[in-house]
């Protein structure tokens, strides 16, 4: 008996592991049209209801995507706050070297709270490590962007931290990085997410190789909606006839969306130099497929979209909306039907759902031009939010 309990708690936690399974980049202004740098987050989790919270901290306000039943903790799963420091995390599973117990890590969030409340730059970020209380409780990487230029991830765990610059022409020569759950640094062939890295890394490379644009809308509908497999070597979204023959479904398995994905969001940074209030944090609630990008400003302080946020420990209703329609995409829960995924119902979300994100950048963008140029405020944004609500709700 006591075998067979080990055994299952083992299971469990290959399981809970596999759940929290990231796909991330940091593509500096080296390689963006508008030489500004992005910081894209697709997260995989174990809790599928998100929100963004507007949030006073110790120094800075800032925004910061949360669970929505953990609404009371001071957590952070991705951010920006008001002096244009932005931070997010993968989740790596090669890097811890200790033996601190399971119920003492996870506290990713905590960390990047912390960080988004006290920090400016990057090296305020290491002086915070330095001095962070041991065992951090962390096995992670953390991506981040600073409005002085800086950029880079830091491999973290309980008693130490690497810095991977990637400015370095050395480390990243086209401009960007592509983190999902190894460490670069932690034990050769140990982690997760291979499959994954090589088919977002495919993706922008060869965007890169044939002078394509790097912008949040590029990377929301080429890699947060990609169903490419880098081993099967298929597409979903461009072979029409693998998707017939199959009946529209497939295995569920190391494509960048996943059943598990609760959200992506791509933060859009300043130019050294600029007001780092211009940075713009767009969001996808949800499983990011079928939801639609909503761009969103610090400087708007506390007037979050009503629809991406919610009092206390409520949904935001952008996240119930999507998470509504994945149920078809979904939709087998005996045995191992949760597994597969329907691709036509995909599609029946997906392409209205691009038809509207389109009109969101088409609006978004002239106006976020303006506030640049001092012409506007992030409060006449509220026009893109209308539209997104009379067209959604």
């Not at 033996?99 to 400016?120: F, H, W």
């Not at 929301?220 to 979903?236: E, K, M, P, T």
């Not at 998470?323 to 599609?347: C, D, H, Q, S, V």
Request: charged residues 25%.
């Amino acid at each position: 008996m006591k075998k067979l309990f080990f055994a299952v708690i083992a299971i469990a936690l290959l399981l809970s592991t596999d759940i929290i399974a990231c796909t991330s980049a940091i593509i500096t202004g080296k390689a963006t049209p508008n030489g500004k740098p992005l910081l894209w987050k697709h997260r995989d989790t174990g809790e599928l209801n998100n929100k963004v919270k507007f949030f006073k901290g110790e120094k800075y306000s800032f925004y910061a995507l949360i669970n929505s039943p953990d609404a009371m903790k001071q957590e952070a799963w991705t951010g920006t706050n008001e002096v244009g420091f932005s931070i997010m995390n993968t989740a790596s599973y090669n890097l811890k070297n200790d033996d601190v117990p399971s119920d003492q890590m996870d506290k990713e969030g905590v960390v990047m709270y912390k960080a988004l409340a006290t920090c400016r730059t990057l090296a305020d970020f290491e002086k915070m490590l330095d001095k962070y209380k041991r065992p951090m409780g962390v096995e992670a990487n953390f991506g981040v962007i600073d409005a002085e230029g800086g950029a880079a991830y830091y491999e973290v765990n309980n008693g130490s931290w690497t810095k991977i610059d990637v400015n370095d022409p050395k480390i990243a020569p086209q401009g960007y990085l592509i983190y999902t759950n190894h460490s670069y640094t932690g034990r050769l062939d140990d982690g997760m997410g291979y499959v994954r890295y090589t088919t977002a890394e495919k993706i922008m490379k060869e965007q890169i190789g044939r002078n394509g644009e790097i912008t949040p809308k590029w990377i929301f509908q080429n890699l947060s909606r990609s169903f490419y497999h880098s081993v099967l070597g298929i597409d979903l979204n461009k072979d029409c006839d693998l998707v017939a023959k199959c009946n529209g479904w497939f295995m569920d398995q190391d494509f960048i969306p996943r059943k598990s994905t609760s959200c992506s969001i791509v933060v859009e940074g300043v130019e050294k130099g600029e007001n780092p209030a211009n940075t713009v944090m767009w969001t996808i609630l949800g499983y990011a497929p079928i939801g639609v990008a909503v761009p969103l400003m610090v400087a708007n302080g506390e007037n979050i979209p009503s629809f991406m946020t919610a009092e206390g420990t409520e949904n935001a209703r952008m996240c119930d909306w999507v998470l509504k329609n994945k149920k078809e995409i979904f939709p087998i829960t005996r045995g191992n039907g949760n597994k597969y995924l329907n691709y036509y119902a995909i599609e029946k979300y997906m392409t209205p759902a691009v038809k509207v994100e389109n009109g969101v950048f088409e609006s978004a963008n002239p106006i976020i031009e303006k506030i640049r140029e001092g012409k506007a405020t992030a409060a006449d944004l509220k026009p893109v939010y209308d539209f997104v609500e009379k067209v959604i709700f």
